[in-house]
């Protein structure tokens, strides 16, 4: 191949970009404009960098090393759980947030925030028997609380208490002996003496 070759080459493409400046002036114009503007700016980015001592430059790295270091933070299981969570409960957590406002704005959210520091001074003041005592009063009420809930105790509490509402649903007249003798024979009179006994003997035994 001839070294004339490349040259009219050259003439060509050179002919050809001659024609393209001619047949669109306006628009070769502002693309020499836009690419002045570039040139300032990457000469100005140049002064800015040559302008950075060492410790600007650091931080800057530092900067980005932090910044990377808590996007890769955010980049785990827990982080993407709690984003799914968190919008699948908006409303939720909007309405939460709302009513926390709302308690700022009140006054209230202070209220309860001092109160609980009330409660936690006053057991961090409990000594030890406080707390022993606290603890066999929790023992004896859950061992009452065992006894009501046994079978023949709750039916007989309910039984006492239908007996009570019973009586109690018409004024009672005046028993002298003789009506309390006339009484005795009643039947249900004897059934009802009969269970006192049997609660007086009962308690007898329980407090002996």
């Known amino acids: 191949m001839s070294e004339s070759e490349p040259t ?9 970009l001659e024609d393209l400046v001619a047949d669109n002036p306006d628009e070769v114009a502002r693309f020499l404009e836009r690419l002045g503007a570039v040139n300032e700016l990457l ?20 900067t980005a090393t932090n910044l990377g270091a ?15 969570a968190t919008g699948e409960n908006a409303d939720e957590l909007a309405d939460a ?7 700022q704005r009140s006054g209230t959210l202070d209220d309860l925030l001092a109160m609980a520091d009330l409660l936690a001074l006053a ?28 079978d023949d105790v709750a039916r007989t509490l309910e039984g006492l208490l239908e007996a009570v509402g019973e009586a109690g649903s018409e004024p009672a007249d005046p028993v002298g002996p003789i009506g309390v003798a006339k009484a005795l024979r009643d039947p249900d009179v004897k059934a009802g003496l009969g269970f006192l006994l049997s609660l007086a003997k009962a308690m007898g035994r329980t407090t002996r």
């Open 8 to 16: 009219s080459e050259s003439a060509e493409d050179a002919a050809t």
């Open 123 to 150: 057991s961090n003041a409990m000594d030890d028997e406080m707390v022993t005592d606290f603890a066999a009063t929790g023992t004896r009420l859950g061992e009452v609380a065992n006894t009501a809930t046994d």
């Open 97 to 103: 947030i709302e009513t926390l406002a709302r308690l």
């Open 70 to 84: 808590a996007a890769d933070g955010l980049a785990t299981p827990e982080a993407a759980r709690l984003g799914e």
């Open 43 to 62: 000469d100005t980015a140049d002064l800015a960098t040559a302008a950075m001592d060492d410790r600007m430059v650091e931080d800057v790295a530092g």
